[in-house]
């Protein structure tokens, strides 16, 4: 186990968490900002790359359990580049059934403060699509404001971002 909150569990993703994965990363809307839904072959990428990312790093997106529904989301510490900058971003991305609830912002809260006390990061990110206003409000919730304005080219379409940050 990573962390536990309030209501959460923030754990490593296991080979078995591909269909719980499926329900997020393949619904349309839930994947507006990443430009439509994945198809099974792009989830199952998606994980390995996360599995991928623990041996690598030590470090990755984390399953998130809710205590009798599963899991619900995922969030958790990814290195990511913007512009020429190697960082530490916070990622998070839920099923659409458990929006509105708090659950995102208590998650990335405790990824937020894991990456401080593991890993002693200066700073945490958050690249956030211009027009994922729900992701925005979730950084703001972590304590960021906005730092920087840069596009990531994604599934061949350039993508205006808000890079979000907070300091330890
Ligand atoms: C980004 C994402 C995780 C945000 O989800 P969210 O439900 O808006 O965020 P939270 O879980 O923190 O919930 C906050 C909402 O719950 C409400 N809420 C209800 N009970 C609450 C509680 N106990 N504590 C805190 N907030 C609570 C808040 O008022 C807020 O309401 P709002 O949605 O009307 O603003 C979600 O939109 C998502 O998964 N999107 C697709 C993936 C994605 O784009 N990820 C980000 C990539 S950068």
């Known amino acids: 186990m990573i962390a536990r909150t309030e209501r959460l ?11 719980p994965l499926r329900a997020i990363l393949s619904d349309p809307i839930a994947m507006t900002a990443y430009e439509g839904a994945f198809d099974d072959d792009e989830s199952a990428q998606w994980l390995a ?5 623990y041996d690598d790093d030590g ?6 359990d809710l205590a009798g529904s599963g899991m619900i989301g995922q969030c958790g510490i990814t290195r990511q580049r913007i512009d020429d900058d190697e960082v530490l971003e916070v990622g998070y991305l839920f ?7 708090g659950y995102a912002a208590e998650a990335a809260t405790a990824a ?31 304590g960021m404001t906005v730092r920087r304005r840069f ?14 940050a907070v300091d330890r």
């Open 151 to 164: 596009v990531v080219r994604y599934r061949g379409v350039d993508m205006p971002h808000l890079g979000f």
């Open 59 to 64: 470090f990755g997106l984390w399953a998130v």
């Open 95 to 101: 099923r659409r059934a458990y929006w509105h609830r």
């Open 49 to 53: 790359r996360n599995l991928r990312r």
């Open 9 to 19: 569990v923030l754990r490593p993703m296991t080979a078995d968490d591909l269909e």
């Open 112 to 142: 937020r403060d894991w990456g401080f006390r593991e890993l002693g990061a200066e700073t945490i990110w958050a690249k956030v699509r211009d027009t994922n206003l729900a992701s925005m409000n979730v950084a703001i919730r972590l």
